[in-house]
């Protein structure tokens, strides 16, 4: 039983940005709240995913951008030492003590230990000196704990202790021949970021026929453009069906399914990732200890009794985006405040508009992928009247002045029956401050008509957008 002093009106499972978030709100909205957290405070994103990933991935955008500018030449290659440095700092060298400092400050209660549910309302910490420290919430339970990297049952994959994520992000010795098995995000960010480092012989499998199958065909086409350009060997359609490493440390031979047979110093996973619920107690409240855990828009846990358990985040499956979990949690901890104090729930969270329909991503390669809302695809297969635009963005004149043969494109989909924008694409280089225009246009529903008064500066890239809807028709 929890004294006095363990007792909370909140309890969050789990200290990323997620989990720092719905604590913040709790607290803002006039709750205590504990926050419980085994490894790092700060997450993932912190110190091996979102932060890192770009630390490494900046000096390799600069310098092809460099490279497109007639009269500026970069003398000789990337540090890599320097840049590795430079990525430590970034992660405060794995020190999460600022971190602490900062929920304390929120204030919550920081409690360090593995967190696991022990019943409705309850939550045990197994502390690090293996003690067990019980914890009790008057009003709320939040799951925080994020994803963890998902690796194939290949026949020798796991026995050859492959880099996913993690590793990748905290390089001390970047490989010269390196295997990257997957499409996606991490696989596209790291196989450019240690090429540019020194992976000389990078070497890609992809399942499919594109890289970044998720996004307009297009994205996937430029970027695998610039894999080949710089060197990167892309080999779709492919599968390694075997993988082998007789010795720790050593080499590791990838063995695929149309017989060829690669040796290299690494081999990177990145093909997906899975919610982190491992043993953190899901079958005591009589919920199957399986992920993700079935959220309301609210971010409710649905079938669980009294409705006290919520699941933000990677966690509830809704959307594997640090931003987006950290808009998750600020509808979470502004509910459960409201809930505790007798107060009508936060109408934002019942409108569920972000999670839905305009989730915004960036894939940090060069060139950028950046998205916003639906493909075409989707929105065909989700019954909208649509019509799509596409345009270059190379045409476009802020474009020319930005880089000497600028290769981009752009698309926006258009719900014709209410003349409002359902997604937008961008490729290419440094389209990144593009992005959020295009989040607003989506999420305000801005008609095109009103769209087209808002006007763009001459000259800069953003003359993309006058571009687009004049070849609507505008």
Known sequence: ??????????????????????????????????????????????????IPSKAL?????????????????????????????????????????GQVSWIENVPATFVRGRGRLAGPLQVEVTTPDGGVRPLRARHAVVIATGSDPWIPDTPGLREARPWTNREATSVQQVPKRLVVIGGGAVACEMSQALHSLGAQETTVFVRGDRLLARTESFAGELLAKSFQDSGIDVRFSRSCIRVERPAPGGPVTVHTDDGSVIEADEILVGTGRRA???????????????????????????????????????????????????????????????????????????????????????????????????????????????????????????????ADGYTGRAKMVVDEDRRVLLGVTFVGPAVVDLLHSATVAVIGEVTLDRLWHAVPSFPTVSEIWLHLLEEYGL
């Open 57 to 97: 991935l900046r000096p390799m955008g600069l310098a092809a951008e460099v490279s497109r500018v007639p009269g500026l030449e970069l003398r000789g290659p990337i540090d890599a030492a320097a840049v590795l440095a430079r990525r430590d700092e970034t992660v405060s060298n794995l020190d999460d003590s």
């Open 276 to 402: 982190a619920v491992g043993d953190i107690g899901l079958d005591t409240i009589g919920l199957p200890a399986v992920g993700p855990i079935e959220v309301d828009a609210s971010m409710r846990a649905t079938g669980v009794p009294d409705g006290w358990l919520y699941a933000v985040g990677d966690v509830n499956g809704r959307n594997l985006l640090t931003h987006m979990g950290k808009y998750q949690a600020r509808i979470c901890g502004d509910v459960i405040a409201a809930r505790a104090q007798g107060r009508p729930d936060n109408l934002r969270a019942m409108r569920d508009i972000a999670d839905d329909q305009g989730a915004p991503q960036v894939i940090f390669t060069d060139p950028q992928v950046c998205v916003v809302g639906r493909t075409e695809a989707r929105a065909r297969a989700d019954g909208f009247a649509v019509r799509a635009v596409e345009y270059d963005i190379g045409a476009v004149s802020g474009a020319y002045l930005q």
């Open 1 to 50: 039983m929890a004294d006095g002093n363990d007792v909370f009106d909140v309890i969050v499972i789990g200290a990323g940005p997620v989990g720092e978030n719905a604590a913040k709100r709790a607290v803002r909205g006039g709750l205590t709240a504990a926050v419980v957290e085994e490894r790092l405070a700060g997450g993932e994103c912190a110190y091996y995913a979102c």
